[in-house]
């Protein structure tokens, strides 16, 4: 591991003209100095994020260093910094980037040892997007928290900062010190493929007050905090990953509800903001995405929302952006736009080249680079980065999931389970009158570093807490051959255990749980993602919302269904009805308890 003196000598030439120390703001004459002495291929590296393959700087496995060969044309992350001099790498479990803690440690060391070992050498933002709930990067052993929208059940401003200070320490000690989180989408799609329950919900108040907890709570453990995705993805049907959504909310309408927690993050001090990949013509009428609108990004986000932070784009390689424009084009676009930085364009050396000769041709001027390095550096001064860029092994083993972390995140879980339905009294259950329990449903593929399959968390938590539970997984589409050996197996149980996931009007899923209420075993549903499912379930006695399948909501959940907690989760989204969605179901709010 570096030692102090290491860091220090690495980087003499910076930290003599930055005397700064924690999150204060950098002295600008010293970083424009800075500035004034990088070359152009210096300056257009540092408003890179690139991804690379590998658990290692400079030694990852061959099938990884094969992976970087044919992606980006080098050998490991030491190399993608050396030929590009990118100023941020970020961090993917498909990557192999994200093994485990300590790892993460060695190899966020590597990478700053990496650039600072360069010329002129720089600290690297290293980011990833652990937005907690379905979206995460980097598993157990860390402490995984509930997920916005579960957040948003729960209510506490106070959970979303701890919740951020928390993950903001672990992620530090990793020596991540970027985070593309919070969400601050205001859901109000039911149908929203891409953000649903990564969203605190459809309120833009009650969004906005968690949106600002949160920021706060990583930015106090010295994490760049990233508020995404900046105009508003909350009202659409498509998914920027695979097409191009269209917003289609006035102006008004885009004040009153998107706008409202971009405002909070702005006001609460945010680093980072993320682009969408949509278009909104209220907001520029030209049909380009907002990631490449200078109306929406210059004139709006910093002109009307007074933001002077970094502005990032979501990743470049989504179809969202790459419709209506090549991939040499929407790098030097975005930047026209307003944008700092450039996140893992689909062929670095393409967007990297275009923006270079963007700036030899005249088409950009250099000093519209030096604006965007300023903010940047800046951001990497604020974050302590000039003065010490390393971790320490000590500190992973010191901070990252620890006991108290870890039953911090269990008791923020037991607040946001929601009980929608629960007729009867069938819940909380007896282990006397229902010792014998059958879990079955839906097993998607768990969330990064959870243990998984959900049925089987959900079982194993059961008996845990004193019951007999046999887990079956169903899957999210079950066969009328799967059906049937279920029901055959509810039979023989006192009651079941049901954990859907996305259920709609002609899913498997809903004929499994209609045959299993018919068995006349209680039955008690658990919504694993959507909230939206118990809309189509009209029959079942007991419907829990957990907002995820991830551990620590499912836990949460069986503690609900034993009786060891009450619910006190509120539905942070309004429930149509299945049958006429112009009609309120569960409105925002709803919520029993025992």
């Not at 490449?292 to 470049?316: A, F, N």
């Not at 991830?550 to 060891?564: K, M």
Request: charged letters at 20%.
């Amino acid at each position: 591991m570096p030692s102090r003196r290491t860091v220090l000598a690495a980087t003499v030439g910076v930290t003599a003209s930055l005397a700064i120390g924690g999150t204060a703001r950098a002295d600008d004459t010293r970083l424009r100095s800075l500035i004034s002495r990088m070359t152009l291929p210096e300056k257009v590296g540092q408003l890179f994020v690139m991804r690379v393959y590998g658990h290692s700087a400079t030694a990852p496995d061959q099938a990884d260093i094969d992976a970087n060969l044919s992606e980006i044309g080098v050998r490991t992350a030491a190399e993608l910094i050396a030929k590009y001099r990118v100023g941020g790498i970020i961090y993917f479990t498909w990557a192999h980037n994200t093994r485990d803690p300590h790892q993460i440690a060695d190899l966020s060391n590597g990478i700053q040892k990496a650039s600072l070992s360069q010329p002129r050498g720089l600290p690297v933002l290293v980011a990833t997007d652990q937005e907690h709930g379905i979206v995460c990067r980097i598993g157990a052993p860390a402490t995984l928290f509930p997920g916005a929208m579960a957040i948003g059940a729960g209510g506490s401003r106070d959970d979303a900062r701890t919740l951020g200070r928390i993950s903001g320490a672990e992620l530090r000690a990793m020596g991540v010190n970027q985070d593309y989180s919070p969400d601050a989408d205001v859901n109000v799609n039911p149908a929203n493929p891409v953000i649903g329950v990564r969203s605190f919900g459809a309120d833009p108040d009650a969004v906005a007050g968690l949106v600002a907890a949160e920021v706060k709570g990583y930015q106090s453990s010295q994490v760049a905090a990233t508020a995404k995705h900046f105009p508003g993805h909350g009202d659409t049907a498509v998914d920027s990953h695979f097409g191009f959504p269209v917003i289609t909310h006035s102006r008004e309408v885009w004040e009153a509800l998107d706008a409202v927690p971009f405002r909070a993050a702005v006001k609460a001090g945010i680093d980072s903001i993320m682009t969408a990949h949509i278009m909104v013509p209220a907001l520029d009428d030209s049909g380009d995405p907002a990631t490449l609108s200078h109306p929406i990004l210059t004139g709006i986000l910093r002109g009307e929302l007074g933001y002077d932070g970094v502005v990032i784009t979501d990743s470049l390689g989504m179809e969202g952006v790459r419709q209506k424009y090549g991939d040499d084009r929407v790098p030097v676009l975005a930047l026209k736009a307003g944008v700092d930085q450039l996140l893992n364009p689909p062929s670095l050396d393409v967007a990297w080249n275009a923006v270079l000769k963007a700036v030899q041709g005249g088409e950009l001027t250099e000093a519209r680079l030096d604006e965007s390095i300023l903010r940047v550096l800046r951001l990497k001064a604020g974050l302590g980065l000039f003065q010490n860029a390393y971790v320490s092994r000590a500190g992973v083993s010191r901070t990252v999931g620890t006991r108290s972390h870890l039953a911090a995140a269990d008791r923020i879980a037991e607040r946001t389970t929601t009980l929608l339905v629960n007729e009867e009294g069938l819940l909380p259950l007896s282990r006397r009158t229902h010792g014998k329990v059958l879990v079955v449903g839906a097993d998607p593929a768990s969330p990064s570093g959870t243990t998984g399959p959900p049925t089987g968390v959900l079982a194993a938590a059961l008996g845990e807490l004193g019951f007999t539970a046999t887990a079956r997984s169903t899957g999210t589409d079950p066969s009328a051959a799967t059906v049937a050996a279920a029901v055959a197996a509810a039979r023989e149980a006192d009651a079941v255990v049901v954990a859907t996931y996305n259920v709609t009007a002609g899913s498997s899923q809903r004929t499994l749980v209609e045959q299993l209420v018919a068995t006349g075993r209680p039955v008690v549903a658990v919504a694993v993602r959507n909230p939206y499912d118990v809309a189509q379930l009209p029959s079942v006695s007991a419907y829990l919302a957990s907002y995820s399948w991830t551990d620590v909501e499912l836990r949460a959940a069986a503690r609900v269904i034993a009786g060891r907690v009450r619910p006190r989760g509120k539905l942070p989204v309004a429930v149509q009805r299945a049958d006429d969605p112009a009609q309120v179901l569960y409105p925002v709010g709803h919520g029993l308890s025992y």
